[in-house]
């Protein structure tokens, strides 16, 4: 078989065989494919597509380059879960998530990824707590999930190979915003975990990665569709990304929220709050833990009302050699908030803008070299439609010096804009959708 010759049918809009793709994503793999030739199959599905069967082989085929996880001999006894997100700005379900699952009975091997662009990684919020191995091996992994019930880890460097070539490729060809390529990228990972069910939450609006409503649509159908048919029962849902999701922005005040959380200390942020629920939920339902989504949910808080969400989150940090000493969590050199300097409504917010002002503090990568610095962000951020005056406190910001937490403050306030009249309500959910 010739690579050319698969690359001239997709490029001529043929339809090509699982046989075909899976020499690709070999190929891809052992090297003997070049990166002319990935790039050349990247553009050509960019423009003629793949249809659901070749959306699945892709998928399994760059799945199946590399290490998968096999969870027979643990005799689990349970369904595997996870959720995986397009990114957002101060999106820190993850951390709740978990626990929570697997305080309902449920195993969650979650790998996570890092901050990409304007949005932060779960894995940099983990590496803020002291000790927090996020790179143990699978073997390690796995007999974590068995002991604990969830663990948070990277990705291993032979878990989907294939993948991270035709990324890098993707990368510097224009051809990233490729549904069909997107979709195949983080299934490939996910399912390599050797999952039940999967949950995943594709954001909509400011802070959102894919640019209108109906991209980030086609995309979470695409992926319920894709994970279903490989096997895996998925459910996407569609939810806001129009503001910072939690009270906070950035590293260790994200972990900080969510140790509050799972603590009930104080009132959980209800936009938080709904969006870790339903997707929760989401995946109970979906690994048969729970038979509707209400009994699910009241299963979900009772884990949090009972303390046993934040046990297994305390055993998780443990496990994974990190101190629960949360009070010494990294601290930023300058605490101060930023003031409206305006009277009336937050009527908008361009979160976008925001977890750029999280990367220029040092709360996130410029190129992939750059030391975080774990300490800053935003935190008290208040809610789109909050009426304020001159002298309420949009947020605080957490900086390194006054000089970057003077332009946090710039930042942040051109990032929202106020009126006169309180804005119409927004849902957090827009749509669930299935295979």
């Not at 369904?79 to 997100?85: A, F, G, Q, V």
């Not at 930042?411 to 849902?427: D, N």
């Amino acid at each position: 078989m010739l690579i050319q010759e698969v690359i001239r049918k997709k490029r001529d809009n043929q339809v090509i065989s699982k046989e075909e793709i899976d020499f690709y994503a070999k190929g891809v793999s052992d090297n003997s494919i070049s990166e002319g030739q990935i790039a050349a199959m990247c553009m050509a599905i960019y423009f003629n597509k793949l249809n659901l069967e070749e959306r699945t082989n892709l998928t399994l085929a760059m799945r199946d380059s590399g290490d998968t996880l096999n969870w027979d001999k643990y005799n689990l006894n349970a369904p595997t879960l996870d959720k995986h997100s397009t990114g957002g700005v101060g999106d820190v379900v993850s951390l709740m998530l978990a626990p929570m699952l697997a305080a309902c009975g449920g195993f969650v091997p979650m790998i996570a990824g890092r901050g990409l662009g304007h949005t932060g990684g779960t894995l940099d919020k983990l590496e803020s707590i002291q000790g927090f191995d996020i790179f143990p091996s699978p073997q390690k992994m796995q007999e974590l999930v068995k002991q604990v019930g969830c663990v948070i880890v990277g990705q291993t460097g032979n878990l989907a190979p294939a993948d991270r070539k035709i990324y890098a490729t993707r990368d510097v060809t224009a051809t990233v915003e490729s549904i069909d390529l997107i979709t195949a990228s983080i299934l490939s990972k996910k399912l390599a975990e050797g999952l039940t069910s999967l949950v995943m939450d594709v954001k909509v609006g400011s802070g959102a990665f894919m640019p209108t409503y109906e991209l980030s649509k086609q995309l979470a159908q695409s992926i319920a569709a894709v994970a279903t048919h490989a096997g895996c029962q998925t459910t996407a849902l569609l939810t806001d990304m129009n503001e910072v999701l939690a009270s906070s922005a950035g590293n260790a005040v994200e972990v900080r929220e969510a140790v509050r959380y799972l603590r009930g200390e104080g009132v959980r942020n209800p936009r938080l709050h709904e969006i870790t629920m339903a997707l929760s939920a989401e995946a109970l339902v979906n690994g048969k833990l729970a038979a509707t989504r209400e009994e699910a949910r009241a299963k979900l808080q009772a884990v949090l009302d009972n303390g046993k969400a934040y046990e297994l989150f305390e055993k998780m940090v443990v496990a994974q050699g990190g101190s629960t000493e949360f009070d010494k969590l990294p601290t930023a050199n300058v605490i101060k908030p930023v003031l409206a300097g305006t009277e009336g409504y937050i009527q908008a917010m361009n979160t976008r803008d925001i977890g750029i002002a999280v990367i220029n503090l040092g709360g996130g990568r410029r190129v992939a070299s750059d030391k975080i610095d774990y300490s800053v962000g935003f935190d008290e951020v208040l809610p789109i439609g909050t009426k304020v005056t001159a002298d309420t406190p949009l947020a605080m910001i957490h900086a390194k010096s006054e000089d970057d937490w003077q332009a946090a403050a710039q930042a942040y306030r051109a990032a929202l804009q106020f009126g006169e009249t309180q804005p119409e309500s927004r849902p957090m959910v827009y749509e669930t959708l299935t295979a």
